[in-house]
Structure formats: structure tokens, C-alpha cells
């Protein structure tokens, strides 16, 4: 993996949450994308310093850090039901990283409400995209500090 720059600033705040139906698997596979300077400042504010994303000296706990932020911060409930999902792993791209969750025993889902509150405590403009595909249609959401939680319903 590559270090990550901490003095790279982007002039928007942004994720993006694509979530994907797999009928095969029965599952909610989640792909977020966030930039790698706003995870780290949330998880910073969230009490977990010393990361060193990206670099060889990476703290063996920056999963598991970024694990519990998430859990805090992004919900999901299918058909009325809260669901838990698993972290997968994470990616370095370039000044981003890839997080990768999934939610598990799902066999079908008429509706999805999303929580998502990332990074809205720290960055005002924070602005954060969900898409999910149900594997018949795509629809989307956006969330942001003044409106954090949507519901889409399929059928």
C-alpha cells in the first residue's frame, strides 16, 4: 500500500455507498468510497489517532478503528429489520479508500431504510451518495447533515 498524503485537501465532501443485491449469495454487498483525509479526521474525532493509513507503520487496529466508525455512523434496515453487516477489508486508492461491508442472509427486499451519517459531524457540507440495485432496479439517495436517513421501496 501507499502512504497516504495528509496535506492533499478536495474542495467537495463527498462518499459514495453502492450497495448491490447478490441473489446468489443472498446478500447485501457494500462498497463505500470515501476520501482518505475525511476517514481519517473522523476517525480522529471519534478518539483513534496514531493510524498511519497506507503506510508500512499502519496501526494493526485501523480496521477494527474504521469498523466501529462505521457502525456508528452507517445503518441499514431491509424490510423493517435492522441489519448488521460484516467489514470485509479496505483499499487504498490514490487519495481515497474503498471500504468494503456486506449484510448477509438477505434472500429478497422490497425496502431499505439507510442511516448514514458519515463524516457529518465533523465536515458541515458533508454530502454522502447512496446507490442500491436490487438487481432489477437502481435508485438512489442522498444524504447529508440536515437530512440523514431515507427509505427506498421497490415493487
Do not use: R
Not at 14 to 34: A, G, P, T
Not at 39 to 65: P, Q, R
Amino acid at each position: 500500500m501507499i502512504g497516504f498524503n495528509h496535506t492533499i485537501s478536495h474542495p467537495f465532501y463527498v462518499s459514495i455507498c453502492q450497495v448491490d443485491f447478490n441473489k446468489v449469495n443472498h446478500s447485501l454487498e457494500i462498497s463505500l468510497k470515501v476520501f482518505a483525509d475525511d476517514l481519517i479526521m473522523g476517525l480522529e474525532n471519534a478518539g483513534a489517532s496514531k493510524l498511519y493509513l497506507g503506510e508500512k507503520k499502519e496501526n494493526v487496529n485501523t480496521d477494527k478503528h474504521i469498523f466501529n466508525y462505521l457502525k456508528s455512523s452507517l445503518k441499514f434496515t431491509i424490510n423493517n429489520s435492522p441489519e448488521q453487516y460484516s467489514f470485509i477489508g479496505k483499499e487504498l486508492e490514490s487519495d481515497v479508500v474503498w471500504i468494503y461491508l456486506e449484510i448477509t442472509d438477505i434472500t429478497e427486499f422490497d425496502k431499505i431504510t439507510v442511516d448514514c451519517k458519515l463524516f457529518t459531524e465533523i465536515l458541515e457540507t458533508q454530502s454522502n451518495i447512496i446507490q442500491i440495485n436490487n438487481g432489477q432496479e437502481i435508485k438512489s439517495m442522498l444524504l447529508n447533515k440536515k437530512k440523514q436517513t431515507d427509505t427506498l421501496t421497490y415493487k
